[in-house]
């Protein structure tokens, strides 16, 4: 499967810290995706990475990719309360379609 | 507010209604998609409309009926549902399904089958 394994699956921080979530896959990918979910809602695109990309920035999320481990993390710096939400890692293999493949997601919650 | 919009938000159905869960998006986007999302999982692939087209279908059970009316509509056909296909029914859209671009999502209809 290309479903990405993200890592923590919970983390809990205190407003103004940074949350670091990673995200592995198993096999080649034309991209990867980071989407936010907040509770009761639909996911909200964050970042696309293409293969040939190793980092890419918006606002207060930093998104690297290093594909000879097959591997991205997601940094949001100086959290707020309001980051509290579910994180996605989508996949989309490459050779193939480029719809994604969503992995498990990380809880994060934000304490003021 | 999410430029995918979904109705209902709720919806509790018995085994043996039929019901309708409706998409729309005026993006001009020509690739729709439904996913399923139980709780604390990730959404899964159910069904992907190209250019109004059923271009994928995860071996979805036939009691799911999608439909794509035209390149702004899309719908989910509900009949004999069973209690296991309670979730939240997630509607996407991307400008096409074969390129390196985002997916839109509306915020889900909760399905609940008594």
């Known amino acids: 499967s290309q479903q990405g394994e993200e890592d923590p699956q919970a983390l809990s921080i205190q407003e103004g810290e940074n949350a670091t979530m990673n995200c592995s896959y198993k096999?080649?990918?034309?991209?990867l995706q980071w989407y936010r979910q907040n509770s009761g809602r639909g996911l909200v695109h964050l970042i696309l990475?293409?293969?040939?990309?190793r980092e890419k920035h918006s606002g207060r999320l930093r998104v690297t990719l290093d594909t000879s481990k097959k591997s991205s993390s997601l940094l949001i710096t100086a959290s707020r309360a309001a980051d509290t939400a579910s994180y996605f890692c989508?996949?989309?293999?490459?050779?193939?379609?480029?719809?994604?493949?969503f992995g498990r997601g990380t809880s994060l919650i934000v304490h003021p | 507010d999410t430029e995918v919009t979904q109705t209902p938000k709720h919806l509790v159905m018995g085994m043996t209604n039929k019901k309708s869960l409706k998409c729309e998006q005026h993006m001009g986007h020509r690739a729709m998609y439904w996913y399923k999302q139980k709780a604390k999982k990730p959404p899964e692939l159910m069904f992907v409309y190209s250019y109004e087209k059923l271009s994928i279908n995860e071996s979805v059970p036939s009691r799911f009926s999608p439909e794509c009316p035209n390149s702004s509509l899309l719908n989910l056909h509900l009949h004999a549902l069973q209690p296991e296909d309670s979730a939240l029914y997630l509607c996407?859209?991307?400008?096409?399904?074969?390129?390196?671009?985002?997916?839109?999502f509306g915020d889900g209809t909760r399905l609940s089958i008594l």
């Open positions: 996407a859209s991307s400008q096409e399904s074969q390129t390196n671009q985002p997916q839109h």
């Open positions: 990475i293409r293969s040939n990309e």
């Open positions: 989508a996949t989309a293999a490459s050779g193939g379609s480029y719809i994604p493949t």
């Open positions: 096999t080649s990918i034309n991209n």
